[in-house]
C-alpha cells in the first residue's frame, strides 16, 4: 500500500475523504471498498471497522456535515424570524457540501442505481440532519406537526439543492434566491401555525412548512 497511512485518530475522516475524492472522479456507483480503502490508504479490515458499506460511509460524511452545520451557529441568530434562521442554517450546510460538490452530484446521479442505500440514508442519516437543521432554528420536531415539518424541509431542501449543483457564483445567488422563494411559500402556507418556541416570530415558522 504506497503512500504514508493516515493517524489512527484521522482514519474515519480520511475514509470519508477517499470516498468522497473517487466519487467525484469515477461516479459513486464504479467505486468500490477496495477503491476507497486503497486511495485512504488503510486496510480493508481498519475500513470495516469504522464502515461497513457505502451506505455507511455516506451516512459519516452526513454527520461530519451535520456537525459543521451546527458549529457555525450565531447566538445572534436568534433575533431573526423563523424562516430567516432557517435560511441561515440551510445556507450554512450547503456551505460544508461545497468543497464536495461534484461527489454530491455523482451521488445523487447514481441514487437510482442503488436504491436500497438511498433508501437507509432517507431513512436514516437524512432525515436526522433535517431534524436537526429545524432544532438549529428553533423550530419543534416534536409532537403531531414534528413528522411534517421534516418532510417539508425535506422537500424544500432537496429541490434548492438541485439548483445550488449548477450555481457557479461565488455569492451563491441563485442558490439563496430559490430558498427564499420556497421558505417564504412555505410559510405563507402555514402563516400563524401552532407549535411555535417563542413568541415574536413574524410570520410562524417557516418550516413549520417545511414546516
Do not use: N
Not at 168 to 177: C, G, L, Q, V
Amino acid at each position: 500500500m504506497a503512500g504514508k497511512a493516515p493517524r489512527k485518530a484521522a482514519v474515519p475522516d480520511a475514509i470519508i475523504d477517499a470516498a468522497l475524492d473517487l466519487a467525484a472522479v469515477q461516479g459513486w456507483h464504479q467505486t468500490t471498498l477496495t477503491d476507497i480503502a486503497e486511495h485512504a490508504k488503510v486496510s480493508l479490515a481498519d475500513l470495516y471497522s469504522h464502515y461497513s458499506s457505502k451506505t455507511a460511509i455516506l451516512a459519516g460524511f452526513s454527520r461530519r456535515v451535520d456537525l459543521q452545520t451546527l458549529s457555525g451557529m450565531d447566538p445572534e441568530d436568534r433575533e431573526q424570524s423563523a424562516r430567516e434562521r432557517l435560511f441561515d442554517v440551510i445556507m450554512r450546510r450547503f456551505d460544508a457540501l461545497g468543497p464536495h460538490r461534484e461527489a454530491v452530484r455523482s451521488i445523487l446521479r447514481d441514487a437510482g442505481r442503488e436504491p436500497a442505500s438511498m433508501f437507509c440514508m432517507a431513512a436514516g442519516p437524512f432525515a436526522r440532519s433535517l431534524r436537526w437543521m429545524l432544532e438549529a432554528a428553533e423550530i419543534r420536531t416534536d409532537g403531531l406537526l414534528g413528522p411534517l415539518r421534516i418532510k417539508g424541509l425535506g422537500l424544500i431542501y432537496l429541490s434548492v439543492m438541485r439548483i445550488w449543483l449548477d450555481d457557479e457564483s461565488e455569492d451563491m445567488a441563485k442558490t439563496m434566491a430559490a430558498l427564499d422563494k420556497r421558505l417564504k411559500r412555505a410559510e405563507s402556507m402555514m402563516s400563524m401555525a401552532p407549535g411555535r418556541r417563542r413568541r415574536g416570530d413574524v410570520g410562524g415558522d417557516a418550516a413549520e412548512a417545511a414546516v
